[in-house]
């Protein structure tokens, strides 16, 4: 069974930082392109970022040089280091996982969301 669990989030003023966490299980996770997706209230779910088993990274341009995608595979774990933080980053985060030459089994999986809050 594919678990994935999130934590880090909460409530921050504007310019602060957080760091989520997704704990993955059930996967072999150093073959899978890990990365985080958010949603804001009355907006569609979008790609924050994203990296693949390789090491290699993306970023939608409103976090580019804000936030920080990484892994580590020894800890089945992504990381998403938020700093700068601002009020338009309020949205449940999503980390997700997913392995596209894999034709059974490589997902998307998702986890459960975690709230990030930014005050102004």
């Known amino acids: 069974q594919v678990q994935l669990v999130e934590s880090g989030g909460g409530l921050v003023q504007a310019g602060g930082s957080l760091r989520l966490s997704c704990a993955a299980s059930?996967?072999?996770?150093?073959?899978?392109?890990m990365g985080w997706y958010r949603q804001a209230p009355g907006k569609q779910r979008e790609l924050v970022a994203r990296i693949t088993s390789g090491g290699s990274t993306n970023y939608v341009d409103s976090v580019k040089g804000r936030f920080t995608i990484s892994r580590d595979n020894a800890k089945n774990t992504v990381y998403l280091l938020m700093d700068s933080l601002k009020p338009e980053d309020t949205a449940v985060y999503y980390c997700?996982?997913?392995?596209?030459?894999?034709?059974?089994?490589?997902?998307?999986?998702w986890g459960q969301g975690t709230q990030v809050t930014v005050s102004s």
């Open positions: 997700y996982a997913e392995n596209l030459v894999m034709s059974v089994g490589g997902g998307p999986y």
């Open positions: 059930g996967i072999m996770f150093r073959i899978y392109r």
